[in-house]
């Protein structure tokens, strides 16, 4: 049984040690993600839309309709790109907490540290979006297990770059095998800071 209080306490201390603060580490991540996604909301036309549907009163600024304008496939490779982008910062956010666990003295520069095995990473985020994907169209909880039955596959393969996308998902299949209920009452307990986080995006909708 997981002793999530002894866990949070043993999180706090090691955060505490990181010589680059993790919160401002976590918010470099959260600015950098947030810019790639306003700019895949913006070239996919989501933002004209938006307005028109919540705000029908007001003007659409002219350079917000241009986008209409840029080709198809153009819009589909900026997508593509961001996205692969986010996995990339993803990865490095992993690196980043995984360095700090071992003691390391990890530098903002490791945010960007998972273009060194990039391939690897982008194709085990795709093989897990896919697959939670596809078990949640058939029923809910499916998604939600194998959500958590790769859990730690990310961290496998940033604990060891030299395995393959696929040892890596075994690895963490057998490193949640009996405690996927357990890491959910974790991330249920932290409930409260979420719905906390949620006000922003309430207060500006």
């Not at 060194?116 to 169209?137: E, N």
Request: net charge neutral.
């Amino acid at each position: 049984m997981l002793d999530r209080m002894q866990l949070k306490r043993e999180a706090k201390e090691i955060v505490r040690s990181a010589r680059v603060s993790a919160y401002l580490f976590t918010l470099l991540y959260l600015a950098l993600t947030a810019v790639l996604e306003t700019a895949n909301t913006y070239v996919n036309g989501v933002v004209p839309a938006y307005m028109e549907l919540n705000f029908p009163d007001l003007p659409v600024p002219e350079f917000l309709t241009r986008v209409a304008e840029l080709p198809g496939m153009l819009v589909l490779f900026i997508s593509v790109l961001t996205w692969m982008l986010s996995v990339v910062l993803l990865t490095g956010h992993a690196l980043y907490h995984l360095g700090v666990r071992r003691g390391e003295e990890m530098e903002y520069s490791s945010l960007f540290d998972g273009f060194a095995f990039v391939g690897k990473a982008i194709l085990l985020q795709l093989i897990m979006r896919m697959i939670i994907t596809a078990l949640t169209f058939a029923f809910i909880v499916p998604g939600i297990i194998a959500t958590y039955r790769y859990r730690f596959a990310l961290y496998n393969l940033c604990e060891n770059p030299e395995i393959s996308v696929m040892e890596a998902l075994a690895l963490s299949t057998r490193q949640t095998f009996g405690y996927k209920f357990q890491l959910f009452t974790l991330d249920l307990s932290y409930f409260g800071w979420t719905f906390l986080a949620m006000f922003p995006a309430a207060f500006y909708n």
